[in-house]
């Protein structure tokens, strides 16, 4: 930061977004951490930044993020997990869902037919994709909004964005 020589902190926030941000999201649809260190270690670039910001550092965490208008890192994995995940779920990606999910076809439960269930799993790589999706599980509120945009991910991707 010392290289700029503005005390905006709008400017900074945007040379994060657009240079830093794309770095620390990379792929993560792959490679999206579960072990509570390894999000910390990441989500820690984006807390040290917000530190140096003018007028931030006495702010936590939480209030630097509200008035900077950023959302946590974590948060968006889970976007970018459940957008990749309706993805695979209407056949926009060249993945089969079958190797990753099963939708729920019983009748009988309450909800939605895009319930999905995870597969059973043999290998690590497999078992950790889209782990942070899998983990908030049928109760997530973002996937039952799937019903509402069965046409467009960009639809999706708004209506996710709104409600978190």
């Known amino acids: 930061m010392k290289c700029f020589a503005s005390r905006?902190?709008?400017?900074?926030?945007?040379?994060?977004?657009?240079?830093?941000?794309p770095i620390l999201e990379y792929n993560s649809v792959v490679w999206s951490p579960w072990l509570?260190?390894?999000?910390?270690?990441i989500e820690k670039v984006q807390r040290r930044f917000t530190e140096r910001l003018v007028g931030m550092k006495d702010l936590n965490y939480d209030e630097r993020m509200h008035r900077l208008g950023l959302p946590s890192l974590e948060l968006r994995r889970l976007h970018l997990d459940l957008i990749f995940c309706y993805k695979v779920g209407f056949g926009l990606v060249g993945v089969n869902i079958?190797?990753?999910f099963e939708f729920n076809h019983a009748a009988n439960t309450r909800g939605r037919a895009y319930k999905l269930f995870k597969s059973r799993s043999v290998n690590n790589i497999r078992h950790f994709l889209l782990n942070a999706l899998l983990m908030c599980g049928t109760d997530c509120r973002h996937l039952s909004a799937l019903h509402q945009c069965q046409h467009s991910a960009e639809q999706y991707r708004k209506l996710i964005l709104v409600s978190s």
């Open 36 to 41: 509570k260190q390894d999000i910390d270690q």
């Open 8 to 21: 905006d902190n709008d400017l900074y926030v945007r040379a994060f977004v657009v240079y830093v941000r």
């Open 98 to 100: 079958d190797d990753f």
